[in-house]
């Protein structure tokens, strides 16, 4: 049985795939620990609806929408490999096209073969998490094609990491690289950041898209589950 947090119809509001409808299947349980996470209530490993991989699929086909995007919490963690697989190998068998949100902290090659596209985190140092140049340059030599990479930006020092991590990231052009504005309960959106990062990204050769969290700006930063 799967630990889930949420099943729910929502628009992708983030990314290079923003504005797409898609059914989120947001999996309960994250030891990460980013310090700008905006999604805490998804740490706790504590069971909170255990469904079966069968009634998540079938909950997912009623909502009638093509998208289906694993998050979490992080849908890699060893508590819930194992279930995203299955839930994988099962939309895949019902023609769902399936996005996974990863943590960017490992390489899972049986579920990144089969998914059809991969949100990849570069933990800047705001998060208080080390990103791996070793991992993301074999992410995006195996799997850039599919995939973005997406740096949460909070002050000059996450965004001089980004481009740190592009330059030494060989095969670059192959995949998309997004700067994500900070914006959490903690951390609320600065426009004058966002203006920052905009113009910045400009001068240094425009490497990365800026795209900030447009879900956040319509329904509100408490608001969960959108
Ligand atoms: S990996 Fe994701 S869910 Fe886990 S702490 Fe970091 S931002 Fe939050």
């Not at 889930?4 to 898609?22: D, N, S």
């Not at 992080?74 to 697989?85: F, I, K």
């Not at 400009?202 to 969960?224: E, P, S, T």
């Amino acid at each position: 049985m799967a630990n889930i947090h949420a099943i729910y119809p929502a628009t992708e509001g983030e990314g290079i795939r923003i504005g797409v409808p898609q059914v989120f299947v947001r999996f309960q349980g994250c030891a990460v620990g980013c310090v700008n996470c905006d999604s805490k209530e998804t740490w706790s490993f504590q069971k909170e609806q255990e469904t079966s991989i069968e009634d998540i699929v079938i909950k997912i086909i009623s909502f009638k929408l093509n998208w289906t995007s694993i998050t979490g919490g992080d849908p890699l963690d060893r508590h819930h490999r194992e279930d995203v697989l299955e839930l994988v190998k099962q939309l895949k068998a019902a023609k769902q096209k399936i996005n996974i949100e990863v943590t960017g902290q490992s390489i899972d090659e049986e579920i990144f073969e089969l998914v059809d596209f991969i949100s990849f985190d570069i933990k800047t140092p705001s998060t208080g998490i080390l990103a791996s140049e070793k991992v993301l340059s074999r992410f995006v030599k195996n799997y850039g094609i599919k995939s973005q990479i997406k740096a949460v930006i909070q002050d000059e020092i996450d965004f001089k990491f980004a481009y740190k991590m592009h330059k030494n990231c060989p095969e670059t052009n192959i995949t998309r690289w997004v700067m994500t504005p900070a914006c959490s309960l903690d951390t609320p959106l600065s426009m004058s950041v966002f203006q920052w990062i905009l113009e910045e990204n400009q001068k240094m050769g425009a490497f990365f898209r800026v795209i900030g969290q447009q879900h956040k700006w319509v329904f509100g930063q408490d608001r969960l589950d959108i």
